[in-house]
């Protein structure tokens, strides 16, 4: 579907497809249906607003001014004066990734004409994202509902020859890039404002980026449980095909299945430090129990997030065809936010369970050192490793509080109930960044383990990726600083992730 050009179309938009977009970063355009489409929208716009009519954010203020008429001179200056007054973002500039995502999905909830804006403000944004001028947004800001009213704002500044863009490798102020380009500012047209700020595409496309990391974690985890389970010569029956056939969550066998393809021709289960009664601690028996509800976790929230990526995020909506105008709620960010939130116990729980197998790596049992290192003691080898997942796990359980359960009623009691999914996209990002420690604590540990664990014939799948991370982290001897090693094992995770999701056969 993504070429190095690719037409914008009314088609649905996957998460592969958003990831092929947000990595390959292609020449964008817009399809003439497409085209069509918002220039319909925008004539009709403009017809409407010269009736004597109240139309929401065409000629009347915002919010709880939504009763106050803007006279037909002043309607362009009320969109010029809606995003800079909206423009209140603080905190750390955001990535060029994740205000690449905000573009582009603004752009998607453009292609349908509903939103009003004129096809030469959507084709000044392709012209942004086609010559890599990219806006700048502060981090915090949005409510969740209005839209994401202050990241959107700062998103449509530089339209405007105002803010800062990310230009040549650097931030600069929007008019030094815009004069490089030899563009002059756009004027808005009645309800352009409005439409670039309205909407929730900056909590969509930081949960577009964190979906993204977490559907490699779900199936590399598989891969981190799978050298855990032989380190620590667990059983082979909780992973087989009868056992999963009794229960109805087609993950667990999925889980249970990737195990199987992942632990053929290891002899962990038939070393005599296996616990003879087949009773693992739960951190090994019940992977596909929790990894399973994971992935159950994760295909709802991405179902969700797509459908809200391809879906018209504004208000008030037109539709020439009909010659109707509709004022609702799709500026609202719920469906995201209670997404979010339950992803981030979702991404949690499989970081826990990770730090538990890496607690019992270390805790001395089926024949392996204390803390895997030798003489313990004058050594304290990977002790204090697993307090770092620890924190971070305690970390994680903090900012799994959901964010959506608040509302502070904003504009004169106008906007009583918002989704704060703002706070829920960046806690998940946190989240997931700290998994990246976890993960990696528990492949460095693991592999360490492997290496105790003397009799152990590894599979021929983990043997290769044993081997290609001790071409890196060499084995523990004695102390030395473990925050380097601990460091480039979340590396290796980062790097090998994804082609251990697509490239091992896993589901």
Request: hydrophobic share 40%.
């Amino acid at each position: 579907m993504i070429n190095e050009t690719h037409a914008i179309t009314l088609d649905f938009y996957t998460l592969d497809d958003l990831r092929a977009i947000i990595e390959n970063r292609p020449r964008l355009t817009l399809s003439p249906e497409v085209e069509a489409k918002i220039d319909a929208g925008a004539q009709f716009v403009l017809r409407k607003g010269a009736e004597d009519r109240y139309i929401y954010g065409v000629n009347t203020g915002f919010g709880s001014l939504c009763e106050t008429r803007v006279e037909a001179e002043e309607m362009e200056q009320l969109q010029y004066n809606h995003v800079v007054s909206h423009a209140v973002g603080v905190g750390e500039i955001v990535s060029e990734r994740i205000s690449r995502l905000v573009m582009f999905i603004k752009l998607l909830t453009f292609r349908t004409g509903n939103t009003g804006i004129s096809v030469r403000t959507v084709k000044r944004m392709l012209d942004f994202w086609n010559n890599d001028v990219i806006p700048t947004i502060p981090k915090k800001g949005t409510v969740g509902a209005s839209g994401d009213l202050a990241p959107l704002a700062h998103m449509a500044l530089p339209l405007l020859g105002l803010g800062q863009v990310h230009f040549r490798g650097e931030i600069v102020p929007a008019d030094v890039a815009l004069a490089e380009m030899g563009w002059e500012p756009i004027r808005l047209l009645p309800k352009e404002g409005l439409a670039l700020t309205n909407g929730v595409q900056y909590i969509n496309a930081n949960a577009v980026n964190s979906l993204l990391e977490i559907e490699d974690f779900v199936k590399a985890a598989d891969v981190l449980a799978a050298l855990s389970a032989q380190a620590f010569s667990a059983s082979e029956t909780f992973y087989q095909a009868p056992y999963h056939q009794t229960s109805w969550h087609e993950e667990r066998r999925v889980v249970a299945a990737n195990l199987r393809r992942l632990l053929a021709g290891s002899n962990h289960f038939e070393l005599p430090t296996c616990n003879q009664s087949k009773q693992d601690p739960y951190s090994f028996r019940c992977i596909p129990q929790v990894h399973g509800a994971v992935r159950q976790a994760f295909r709802f929230a991405r179902d969700i997030i797509e459908k809200e990526c391809n879906s018209v995020s504004d208000n008030p909506l037109f539709f020439p065809d009909q010659d109707l105008i509709l004022f609702g709620g799709n500026l609202h960010g719920e469906s995201t936010a209670l997404a979010l939130d339950f992803l981030a116990m979702a991404t949690s729980e499989l970081a826990y369970i990770s730090e538990r197998r890496t607690y019992q790596l270390l805790s001395g049992q089926r024949g392996l050192p204390d803390f895997l290192v030798n003489k313990p003691g004058l050594n304290s080898g990977f002790m204090i490793v697993q307090y770092t997942s620890a924190a971070l796990v305690n970390e994680n359980k903090v900012l799994c509080t959901p964010a959506s359960i608040d509302t502070i009623p904003t504009c004169q009691l106008q906007e009583d109930h918002v989704s704060m999914g703002g706070t829920s996209a960046y806690k998940l990002a946190e989240i997931v960044s700290n998994c990246g420690y976890i993960f990696g604590n528990e492949l460095l540990t693991a592999v360490q383990a492997i290496d105790f664990n003397k009799p152990l014939r590894l599979s021929p799948v983990t043997q290769e990726i044993v081997d290609a991370f001790r071409a890196e982290v060499s084995f523990l001897e004695e102390d030395r600083v473990m925050a380097t090693d601990m460091e480039t094992a979340r590396q290796f995770f980062l790097a090998h992730k994804h082609r251990w999701a697509t490239e091992l056969g896993l589901a």
